[in-house]
């Protein structure tokens, strides 16, 4: 479904190009869902971005769903892929109604039947009428982030993109989310690439996971490795003790080691 | 718990009023801290900083501040006007808060910013102070103190920020130090680093810690105590490392809402909110009567 060849991305030029991605090369199979997790400035975000289309890549080639995509992307591509982003506070236009936000995909992308799509989909996510004509400073955070995948749904994509979709969120509505993301991956078959640095949040959704760093993909692992411990790079393996120290009933004294 | 407690807090309230009567944001709440690391867990609105802000006398106005006992040593915190408080905080009791971009200065170097609580406190010289923050960046092992004191909040990375604002709040001595999600913006790795440098500190110097925070897996390993809030009020107290056996039906929610490596589930139990935890509560959290 998403297939990225040698990617790499550079922004600015000549001594002060900084090179974010370097070479990162994957494959997301129809209705899989992959993860990247780095900590921060690690490229995983650039990366998704790049596959978005939201910026353009410099050398390599991403193929969507058998086609691969020049940086600008022609329509039927957009429609295909769709992102939810991080902060459903800065992510959705604060001026537009509910009802106008999920309004304006259909309206570009010429789908007609506006009012069936817009009460489907809000039913999808779990929102009901009353909140179709809310704005967003009317909703809650997670309503709020219902709202921006039920934009992202509107289009019937075959893939989603997820940048850091609940660290936002509130631990109860969390879960929330996660549910709805799993729910949806079932019943519509969607193929999701997941960016995080939660592993534990990771590994909930995802089958397998790349370890990115400073702009590479270090290792490819799943879940289940991640879990027993079974990895092999050595960054990867300190990022599982970072997060694994923090497990409830860990004594104190390992972290202050 | 070791020794007489540094702070303790009986019956605080914290109340704003609102079109239909008062809201109350922080209720019930009771406890006293000791040489101790102390840990507030809940969700956005459970009250939690609003506590901590309380405490350092931070409640803008209309809203009120009510509590039967606030005591810091032998130091009424209820009947402290906004001069005292002014003196107090810093000196006595210190706050470090989520993002240092946002409460360093931008336009004055981290060092002289360091330097300037030294002075304010103590009416020390410049010179003196800045021989005091050099060392304070040093203990919070700042590789290379010289430099880095010359540098902006902008020139600095998040953990090292950080690492600024714990100097910065130490370096009057402060008997308590309140850590309102002090790693929240930080990532896992540096995370650990600031919270160990914080933990060695607090523990050289046998001060209290209060660590405010939503992240019940940071709280649990690294706290002795941890106290659970829900709507104002504290619904649960337990040894941090008892919190995976905590019984009220909230703790225990938001413990089996997260997700978890090694053990997937299809689907996450989520949290049922029951309206019987908004009842008032007996004040409990360990306060001895």
């Known amino acids: ?257 | 718990m070791t020794g007489p407690p540094l702070l303790e807090v009986r019956n605080l309230r914290v109340v704003y009023p609102g079109d239909d009567g008062d809201v109350h944001a922080v209720r019930n709440v009771s406890f006293s801290l000791g040489r101790e690391r102390l840990g507030i867990v809940g969700e956005s609105g459970s009250g939690k900083s609003t506590a901590g802000r309380a405490i350092m006398g931070l409640i803008p106005r209309p809203g009120r501040v009510e509590a039967d006992v606030m005591r810091l040593g032998e130091t009424d915190l209820t009947r402290l006007d906004e001069r005292e408080f002014r003196r107090l905080r810093g000196k006595r009791i210190a706050m470090v808060l989520q993002d240092p971009k946002f409460s360093l200065d931008p336009v004055m170097t981290v060092g002289k910013q360091i330097a300037e609580t030294h002075r304010y406190h103590f009416g020390s010289s410049w010179k003196a102070a800045r021989i005091a923050a050099l060392e304070m960046l040093e203990a919070v092992h700042i590789r290379d103190p010289e430099r880095v004191y010359a540098l902006y909040a902008h020139q600095v990375s998040g953990g090292m920020g950080q690492r600024v604002m714990i100097a910065m709040m130490l370096i009057a001595g402060p008997e308590i130090l309140i850590a309102d999600e002090p790693t929240s913006a930080l990532d896992v790795s540096v995370q650990q680093q600031v919270l160990a440098i914080m933990d060695e500190m607090v523990r050289s110097r046998g001060m209290g810690l209060i660590l405010i925070s939503h992240n019940l897996r940071l709280v649990s390993s690294f706290c002795d105590r941890v106290l659970v809030m829900y709507a104002g009020q504290i619904v649960e107290s337990c040894r941090a490392d008892r919190l995976h056996a905590a019984t009220h039906p909230y703790t225990r929610g938001l413990l089996a809402a997260l997700p978890e490596l090694g053990n997937r589930r299809t689907e996450l139990p989520q949290l049922r909110r029951d309206p019987e935890w908004l009842a008032d509560l007996p004040a409990i959290g360990g306060a001895a009567s």
């Open chain 1, 1 to 257: 479904m998403i297939e990225l060849d040698r990617v790499s991305v550079t922004f600015g030029s000549g001594q002060t190009a900084l090179r974010a991605a370097h070479e990162v090369s994957f494959r997301v199979a129809p209705g899989e869902a992959f993860g990247l997790v780095g900590e921060s400035g690690s490229g995983k975000s650039t990366v998704l971005r790049a596959v978005a289309g939201l910026i353009p890549h410099a050398e390599g080639t991403i193929t969507i769903d058998g086609r691969a995509v020049p940086n600008r992307r022609p329509r039927e591509t957009r429609k295909i892929i769709q992102m939810v982003f991080q902060d459903p506070y800065g992510s959705l236009h604060p001026n537009q109604t509910v009802d106008q936000t999920l309004s304006a995909p259909i309206a570009i992308h010429r789908l007609g039947d506006t009012e069936r799509r817009i009460v489907a989909a809000l039913a999808e996510v779990g929102l009901g009428r009353e909140h179709r004509y809310r704005y967003p400073h009317q909703l809650s955070g997670g309503q709020r982030q219902r709202v921006a995948i039920a934009r992202a749904l509107i289009l019937e994509p075959r893939a989603l993109l997820l940048d850091e979709p609940t660290s936002a969120l509130d631990v109860s509505v969390q879960a929330e989310i996660l549910n709805l993301l799993t729910r949806l991956r079932r019943d519509h078959g969607l193929t999701m690439l997941m960016v995080s640095h939660d592993l534990a949040v990771i590994a909930h959704i995802c089958d397998r996971i790349g370890v990115m760093r400073g702009g590479r993909l270090l290792e490819m692992t799943t879940a289940a490795a991640m879990a027993e411990g079974r990895v092999s790079d050595p960054y990867s393996q300190q990022l599982l003790r970072a997060n694994q120290t923090l497990d409830p009933g860990a004594p104190a004294e390992d972290i202050v080691a």
